[in-house]
């Protein structure tokens, strides 16, 4: 019988404490490298996997402790394919090396802090190669280091910081502080016309939406609570406003969803920006989504005590509109939490 038939049993496994905060589906392809994710989420959906005994999304946080139920799975799943193992298991070039380094924002013995650019994603998938966390292998202090560690996500053509954890413990410490209520992300953006008021919060659930070329995300009485808030901080008469965020929950493309449900996109969203997907004003805003990931202040993870505070300055399709509006990147205001 080839391997592709033969069959691993039914299995119970516990989370470590190294894996809390970890998607069960990035959970699942690390243990079993060989299952394409759009599998592990159709054995999710039909509650093959299991939590706990419930079922669970895709996407759901794992706890330490917690007993995830596998299904038989064919032996090949514990293997990567070969073209993804030559690929993923190519040292990083020089040039590769240089990239990420020069990414990084910040850096001590638990922590490291870069701002990644945009069209950068964050894991990899099929047909890309070329991500943080491959790249992250060049942040390593010793080759004999462990690789850092990603503790959340930023969508592929969002830009700004972004946090790794130098090793497991570091990142599971990040990961928790990073679902709570201490930590605090701020978001720059512009969106098309000014919202009005001039500050508020947008409570509307959201829903995930599996389609062919990638997931969407509507807004669904029936879908998960979802909350975020803004401020406006300048705006260029009716056109334009710059405006500061916090998303107060994680749902994937939470302020992309809320800010075009208000009828104030955010430009360069080709996704949820409708007709001001590309606007381009004469030439006044370049390509690309404006969208910064600006802060983000948490406990450190050596010492709760003590704040880490990362700031990651604009990338340049945004700076230009900055700059050609004449907005001021030294208002303080603008750097201000919109809390939690």
């Known amino acids: 019988m080839s391997g592709s038939r033969q069959r691993l049993p039914v299995a119970h496994i516990s989370v470590d404490g190294s894996e809390a905060g970890i ?12 299952l ?3 599998a592990i989420a159709k054995m999710a959906r039909t509650g093959q996997i299991r939590v706990d005994g419930r079922r669970v999304t895709p996407g759901a946080r794992l706890a330490a402790g917690q007993v995830v139920r596998v299904p038989p799975l064919p032996v090949d799943a514990l293997q990567r394919p070969p073209r993804e193992r030559r690929l993923e298991e190519r040292p990083l070039t020089r040039e590769e090396d240089a990239f990420a380094r020069s990414l990084v924002l910040y ?16 894991q990899g ?10 790249l992250a292998a060049a942040l390593r202090r ?22 790794l954890g130098r090793t497991a413990e570091a990142a599971a410490r990040l990961a928790a502080s990073l679902r709570s209520r201490e930590a605090q992300k701020l978001y720059w953006a512009v969106v098309a016309g000014v919202p009005r008021p ?17 997931a969407r995300v509507v807004v669904d009485p029936a879908g998960k609570p979802a909350r975020s808030r803004y401020g406006v901080v300048a705006r260029a008469g009716n056109r334009f406003a710059w405006v500061k965020l916090a998303p ?4 994937t493309h939470q302020l992309r969803v809320h800010l075009a449900h208000i009828g104030h996109p955010i430009l360069g969203d080709r996704l949820y920006g409708g007709a001001h997907a590309g606007r381009a004003a004469g030439g006044l805003v370049r390509p690309g989504l404006h969208l910064h990931a600006r802060r983000i202040r948490l406990p450190h993870p050596a010492d709760p005590a003590r704040l880490l505070d990362v700031r990651a300055p604009l990338p340049p399709h945004m700076r230009a509109l900055w700059e ?5 990147l030294a208002d303080a205001a603008a750097d201000e939490p919109l809390g939690t």
């Open 23 to 34: 998607r069960l589906d990035r959970w699942m392809k690390r243990r079993f490298p060989g």
């Open 36 to 38: 394409a994710l759009s």
């Open 107 to 122: 850096e001590d013995d638990w922590v490291i802090a870069i701002a990644k650019p945009a069209g950068l994603p964050t």
């Open 125 to 134: 998938g099929p047909g890309i190669h070329r991500h943080v966390d491959r």
């Open 142 to 163: 010793q080759p004999e280091d462990e690789t850092p560690r990603l503790v959340h996500r930023l969508d592929r053509e969002t830009t700004g910081v972004l946090l």
């Open 198 to 214: 001039s500050a508020d919060e947008i409570a509307v659930p959201l829903r995930k939406q599996t389609r062919a070329g990638g």
């Open 248 to 251: 107060l929950t994680g749902r």
């Open 324 to 328: 050609e509006l004449g907005w001021d």
